[in-house]
């Protein structure tokens, strides 16, 4: 099982940036794909998930600024941040979980900073 993510890097506060996470080795349909994020010092925590039955949901801090989507023709899920704050600044981790089967990538650097 691989996951693996992309898109990101610096950008400057109020900029945007969207997220690419390639699953392969699983059913990709079956499972609810999430993302998460950590910065540095700070616990992992979860930023928004979308269902194997395509509901979403999110943080509070990024309702309104992300949108995760998944296309299952690609095993691909993606995570778009617009009008990112410095407070985004984390590592982002993509996340497979389907019954007690649950899949990590290895994560993506995203920095927001002038």
């Known amino acids: 099982v691989q996951l693996v993510e992309s898109g990101g890097g610096l950008v400057q506060p109020g900029g945007s940036l969207r997220l690419s996470c390639a699953a392969s080795?699983?059913?990709?349909?079956?499972?609810?794909m999430s993302w998460y994020r950590q910065a540095p010092g700070e616990q992992r925590e979860l930023v928004a998930t979308?269902?194997?039955?395509?509901?979403?949901n999110y943080k509070d801090s990024v309702k309104g600024r992300f949108t995760i989507s998944r296309e299952n023709a690609k095993n691909t899920v993606f995570l778009q941040m617009n009008s990112l704050k410095p407070e985004d600044t984390a590592v982002y981790f993509c996340?497979?979980?389907?019954?007690?089967?649950?899949?990590w990538g290895q994560g993506t650097q995203v920095t927001v900073s002038s």
């Open positions: 996340m497979a979980r389907w019954a007690f089967f649950e899949y």
């Open positions: 080795g699983i059913l990709f349909r079956n499972f609810d």
């Open positions: 979308v269902t194997s039955g395509g509901r979403t």
